[in-house]
C-alpha cells in the first residue's frame, strides 16, 4: 500500500450514536474526532461515515446529487418511511417544498404566534401556584405539539396522542421492545393521517391538510401517498425537536445565572440567544445521506453504496469555523450553525421553531424567573437517534398566579 492510499484508506473509530455511553457525553467525542479523525469510519449500525467538521457537513448537505436522502436519512433505518420532503432527492424534493412554502412564509407564522403565546401561558398557568413542575412535561412538550396541531388543522386538545408515540420513537434504542411498541403506536397515527385526509376531501376546511389535497403541481394533485407523507413529514418535524430545543435552552438557563439575568434585564437578546443556545446544543444531533457514486471527502474515499452521518451538532463545535465553539456567547456575530441543516433539504419549519423557542423562553423568563432546575433528576434518552435534548427537567420557583 503506497503513501497515498494509506492516506485514503478508512480510519476506523469507536463510534455509535444509539450508545448510552455516546449519550452520557457527546461533546467530548466530537471534539476527539475533531481533533484526530475528521473523517472517521464506524462499523457501528453496518458501517457508515462520520463527519464532523463544518466544511465537510455543509458540503455534503449542499450535494444532493452525489449524497441522497432516499430511503431514509436516520441510521439505523428506524423503519419510518414516507416522510416527505425529507426522504426525497431532486427534482421531486423542490416540488414538494413549493407546495409546504406557504405554511411557513413570515405572514403565515405570525397568525399563528397568538395561538403559540395563548398555548404558553395556559401551560404556565397550570403551574405557576405550585411553585413547582417539570418544565419538560409541563411545557416544552405541550406548546410544539399544540401548535403543530393548531398549524395542520388537527385538534390541539389529542396533542398527547400525537406526542406519545413520536417521543417514544425518538428517545427508544433500535431493537428494543420500546421501539417496537412506538412503531405499533404509529402505525395507528398513519390511520389517523389517512382518515383526515379523507375527510379534508369530503368536507374541506381552512387548513394546511386541505390545502395540500386541493394543491396542483403541475396541473396534478398529489397522490395519496405523496399527502400522506407531506402531513406526516408536518406532524413529525416540529414535535421532538422543539421540545429538545426549548428543554436545552432551559437547563442552560437554570445553570448560568449571569446569562439567565442578562436575558431578564434585556428581553431583547432572546432571539440572539435563542440562536446561540441552538448552537450550542443542536436538538436534532444529525443526519445521514447515501452515497450515490463514489467521491472523496477530507482525502478519504467514500464509495458509492455507502452511509455518511453528518452531525450539525458536531459541526457547530468545529473549532475552526467558531471562536471557543464550547462556550455560549450571546453576542456571537455571525453565527452560521448547522442546526436546521443548509442546502435543498433546509428546515423548512425554522422560522416556526424560533418563534416558539422565544416565546416561550420569554414567558418563562417573566413569569417564573427564579426556576431553579433539579439537576441530579434531570433525564435524558440513553440514545441519541435523531434527537438531543432532555425529557424531564424537574424545577422549583416562587409561586404566584
Ligand atoms: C428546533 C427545532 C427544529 C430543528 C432543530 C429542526 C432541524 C431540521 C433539520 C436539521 C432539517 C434538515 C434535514 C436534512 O437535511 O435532511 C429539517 C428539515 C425539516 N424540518 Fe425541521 N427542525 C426543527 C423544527 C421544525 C418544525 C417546528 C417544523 C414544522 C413542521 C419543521 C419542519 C421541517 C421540514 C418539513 C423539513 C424537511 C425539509 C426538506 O426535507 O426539504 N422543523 N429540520
Not at 57 to 67: C, E, L, S
Amino acid at each position: 500500500m503506497g503513501k497515498g492510499d494509506r492516506k485514503k484508506a478508512k480510519l476506523e473509530v469507536d463510534f455509535d450514536h444509539n450508545s448510552a455511553k455516546f449519550a452520557a457525553d457527546p461533546w467530548s467525542k466530537y471534539s476527539e474526532l475533531h481533533e484526530k479523525c475528521p473523517v472517521a469510519y464506524t462499523k457501528a449500525h453496518g458501517g457508515f461515515w462520520v463527519l464532523s467538521k463544518y466544511a465537510d457537513v455543509a458540503r455534503v448537505a449542499r450535494d444532493d446529487i452525489t449524497f441522497s436522502s432516499v430511503p431514509t436519512v436516520v441510521i439505523p433505518d428506524n423503519g419510518v418511511y414516507n416522510l416527505i420532503p425529507l426522504q426525497s432527492d431532486p427534482p421531486d424534493v423542490q416540488r414538494y417544498r413549493a407546495a409546504l412554502l406557504p405554511f411557513f412564509r413570515p405572514k403565515a407564522i405570525k397568525a399563528l404566534t397568538p395561538k403559540i403565546r395563548a398555548f404558553t401561558v395556559q401551560c404556565i398557568n397550570n403551574f405557576i401556584g405550585r411553585g413547582q413542575c417539570d418544565l419538560v412535561t409541563e411545557l416544552a412538550n405541550p406548546v410544539p405539539s399544540m401548535t403543530a396541531l393548531e398549524f395542520i388543522g388537527l385538534d390541539p386538545a389529542n396533542w398527547h396522542d400525537f406526542a406519545g408515540p413520536l417521543h417514544q420513537m425518538s428517545y427508544s434504542a433500535d431493537g428494543s421492545k420500546a421501539r417496537e411498541k412506538a412503531l405499533e403506536d404509529l402505525t395507528n397515527l398513519d390511520e389517523v393521517i389517512t382518515s383526515t385526509i379523507r375527510k379534508r376531501r369530503r368536507h374541506p376546511k381552512n387548513d394546511a391538510i386541505t390545502s395540500l389535497v386541493n394543491y396542483k403541481a403541475g396541473g396534478a394533485v398529489f397522490s395519496d401517498d405523496e399527502l400522506h407523507g407531506l402531513v406526516k413529514m408536518l406532524l413529525f418535524a416540529g414535535l421532538d425537536t422543539t421540545m429538545a430545543a426549548v428543554s436545552n435552552a432551559l437547563l442552560y438557563l437554570s445553570e448560568h445565572l449571569d446569562d439567565r439575568q442578562r436575558l431578564i434585564d434585556e428581553p431583547k437578546l432572546i432571539p440572539t440567544a435563542v440562536e446561540e443556545l441552538l448552537r450550542y446544543e443542536a436538538p436534532v444531533h444529525a443526519f445521514a445521506r447515501n452515497v450515490t457514486a463514489d467521491t472523496e471527502i477530507g482525502g478519504k474515499c467514500i464509495r458509492k453504496g455507502e452511509k455518511v452521518y453528518m452531525s450539525w451538532a458536531a459541526a457547530n463545535r468545529d473549532p475552526d469555523q467558531f471562536d471557543s465553539p464550547d462556550a455560549v456567547k450571546f453576542n456571537r456575530k455571525p453565527n452560521p450553525h448547522l442546526t436546521f441543516g443548509i442546502g435543498a433539504h433546509h428546515c423548512l419549519g425554522a422560522l416556526l421553531a424560533r418563534v416558539e423557542m422565544r416565546i416561550m423562553l420569554e414567558e418563562v423568563l417573566q413569569r417564573i424567573p427564579d426556576f431553579k432546575i433539579d439537576t441530579e433528576r434531570v433525564r435524558h434518552p440513553q440514545t441519541v437517534t435523531i434527537i438531543w435534548g432532555r425529557t424531564s427537567l424537574p424545577a422549583t420557583f416562587t409561586p404566584s398566579r
